[in-house]
């Protein structure tokens, strides 16, 4: 497994831009997003990003360039996808324990929201009586790459209960809403296609003329997975799609008319599109353990102690290196700061720098400035030019943006010190 942008161009964006560093492949985003249409061959398909995988605005500029349409999950995701271009009637708010300031804000937007709770539904049914709706359910299936992603079955906060769908009906009926989509999504990289078809299956169950007599779109969430490990084999795809439109086809001739079908990829668009570059600043041989440790660290890629993730490291440095096993840990104060453990990578030099793969989703976009270091760069390399899409904040630049947010008057530290 090697990272999709040449080797000899990430060599030189961290030496252009410095380390850490995120690099993504700008081209096989653009091909991932348009694969799609081509694997799932529906007359009325509609791919809407989900941006929660990755904002990075020259991320979702290139995307509407391709005409993709965005899942926001916060207003702030609203807010940031309208400044890269996209209308409100491009947009899905799939929100989840949702304020009704917030519904009400995207809703005066002309923002289509995804309802998942019978007590929102009352709310909104309340503030905007007679408004078109569209209604999340949890189709009771249990699917994903890691428990902290499963999003259906009954210990899940994600959607309505299929059973709830009289109640449903009742809040509806009584505020004159107009139910014009339903939405369903089981889990983030799903390895069992079956699971996905069942969850399908389960939620057009519920999609009858007599429940909905208005939809205009069903959609299937996400949940496509990707590839992290050298030896996984890709879903198929193709295949999948085919199976799912025939679905879907035999759902809108029993429906009566052909509706829209929406997928919400995020991950599987940007996922092995990005690698984080970091620089190897120290070597330890701790008895049976050898120890690489690096200007990074987990706040600014999580996923690995957070969900036990694989994420594969190549030494950019010195490929041809006789393979050692090491363990490579960040530059964060805590024990569980680490990339990967017992891995066999080419030997490794202080200095060298290490790519690690699969970067491009939840990466980022779940970043922090724990022990108050700043985030990296950002770069996108298209047809093998390399442009920054977001400058790295300095240490002066972190702690001014902190500091300015005191509105505490000068000395009043040291008086309340005094007074002790």
């Not at 078109?132 to 428990?147: I, S």
């Not at 200007?295 to 290196?321: K, T």
Request: proline share 4%; charged share 25%.
């Amino acid at each position: 497994m090697k990272p999709t942008v040449d080797s000899t161009i990430l060599r030189k964006c961290a030496e252009k831009y410095g380390t850490p560093l995120y690099v993504y492949d700008g081209d096989l985003i653009k091909q991932r997003y348009n694969e799609l249409y081509d694997f799932i061959a529906w007359p009325k398909l509609r791919i809407y990003y989900a941006m929660k995988a990755n904002y990075n605005i020259g991320i979702l500029e290139m995307l509407h360039r391709e005409g993709a349409r965005i899942d926001a999950v916060s207003l702030g995701d609203v807010t940031l996808a309208m400044k890269a271009g996209f209308k409100s009637s491009e947009i899905l708010f799939t929100a989840n324990n949702v304020t009704m300031d917030e519904v009400s804000e995207v809703l005066r937007l002309g923002i289509p929201v995804n309802i998942e709770s019978l007590s929102l539904l009352e709310k909104v049914g309340k503030a905007f009586g007679g408004h078109d709706v569209c209604l999340r359910f949890n189709t009771d299936v249990v699917a994903g790459e890691h428990r902290f992603v499963f999003t259906g079955g009954s210990e899940s906060k994600f959607g309505i209960l299929l059973e709830d769908v009289p109640a449903v009906k009742a809040v509806v009926e009584k505020y004159g809403l107009v139910v014009t989509g339903l939405h369903a999504h089981a889990g983030s990289g799903i390895s069992d296609t079956e699971k996905v078809f069942e969850s399908m299956k389960n939620l057009l169950s519920i999609a009858t003329p007599e429940n909905f007599p208005d939809l205009r779109f069903i959609d299937f969430g996400g949940g496509f997975k990707v590839p992290y490990k050298p030896d996984e084999k890709r879903i198929d795809y193709r295949s999948f799609g085919g199976k799912t439109v025939q679905i879907f086809k035999d759902f809108c001739e029993g429906y009566g008319k052909e509706l829209e079908l929406y997928f919400e990829p995020g991950k599987y668009i940007v996922a092995e599109s990005g690698v984080l570059l970091t620089e190897v600043n120290t070597l330890k041989q701790n008895r049976d353990h050898l120890i690489a440790g690096t200007n990074s660290g987990f706040s600014q890629l999580i996923r690995p102690v957070f969900y036990d993730a694989y994420h594969h490291i190549v030494n950019l440095s010195n490929p041809e290196g006789q393979p050692r096993s090491y363990d490579i840990y960040g530059n964060i104060c805590e024990s569980g700061d680490f990339f990967a453990k017992d891995r066999e990578i080419a030997e490794i030099r202080e200095g060298d720098i290490l790519a690690i793969m699969n970067a491009g989703a939840y990466c980022y976009s779940m970043g922090s400035v724990y022990n108050l270091r700043p985030m990296p760069a950002e770069v996108i390399v298209e047809g093998g030019k390399d442009r920054l899409s977001r400058r790295r904040l300095s240490y002066s630049d972190l702690i001014d943006a902190i500091a300015s947010e005191s509105s505490a008057p000068a000395g009043s530290a040291a008086e309340a010190a005094q007074k002790r």
